[in-house]
């Protein structure tokens, strides 16, 4: 199974490049799954910023993936039922693609071609936050499908 990261953003610096760093290693690991950031670049204009973003997502996305997007008005997940999702995606051997949008979010047509839509929180957060919290997650999901103490609850 292979995890693609496509986050439309500017290289990320400081703690936040630290952060995901850290995560994308540990998921590199022996019996984890594989694990691909890709950095959009966001458009400067405002005319159809969110429609030329997806199409430069769309244009990135590997073939034969599952859409999975990011959203606030996407449905709610605990982190057990993302291990759950993720172990039976590697079961069916499912490769999948996440998406985080840019500082406007993603176009509409863009998120109502998704396969899922998924809520990280109702908070309204920066983008490259999301991106630290999706890294950290998905390694404690892979943390409790192999029975690896980083996840305590």
Not at 120 to 129: A, E, I, M, R
Request: aromatic fraction near 8%; glycine fraction near 4%; charge should be positive.
């Amino acid at each position: 199974m292979q995890l693609h990261l496509l986050c439309v953003s500017k290289p990320v610096k400081g703690w936040v490049k630290l952060a995901c760093e850290d995560y994308e290693k540990r998921l590199q690991a022996p019996g984890q799954i594989r694990f691909q950031v890709k950095e959009i670049q966001p458009v400067t204009s405002d005319v159809q910023r969110k429609e030329k973003e997806a199409e430069r997502l769309i244009a990135a996305t590997p073939k034969d993936c599952m859409r999975l997007v990011f959203d606030e008005r996407g449905k709610d997940l605990s982190t057990v039922a993302l291990a759950k999702q993720i172990s039976e995606w590697r079961d069916q051997a499912v490769n999948v693609a996440c998406f985080i949008g840019g500082a406007d979010g993603l176009a509409k047509e863009f998120l109502a071609d998704a396969d899922l839509c998924w809520s990280v929180s109702k908070f309204t957060l920066p983008h490259q936050l999301v991106r630290v919290m999706l890294t950290e997650q998905i390694y404690r999901a892979v943390s409790i499908l192999n029975n690896h103490p980083y996840h305590r609850a």
